[in-house]
């Protein structure tokens, strides 16, 4: 969404023309492209290059939005949309 607020910032600046009632729809544009695009790709064990850890075991019957989002120096980022979805991306 930082690209979309740059550009509301840009053509309100540059055009006058302020494109800010379109910020709730283009939001759930993207949310619903994200949710219907996202890929789960299982690998072959002969497809894997490296040596196979465990990054964190997460049990899903009780696990939080915090319990997934904190483990080691890696980076998180959750989104949550309110109606039970959301997506996490983790760096490490």
Known sequence: MDD???F???TKTYYGVNMGVLT???EDEQKNYYLQTSIWNNLHPHQIIGTAAVVKEIDCLTATVDDICH???S???ISHF???TFW???MV
Do not use: A
């Open 82 to 84: 309110g109606d039970n």
């Open 24 to 26: 709730k729809p283009f």
């Open 88 to 90: 996490v991306w983790w």
């Open 71 to 73: 483990f080691g120096d």
């Open 4 to 6: 979309w607020y740059s």
């Open 75 to 77: 980076i998180c980022v």
């Open 8 to 10: 509301l910032s840009e």
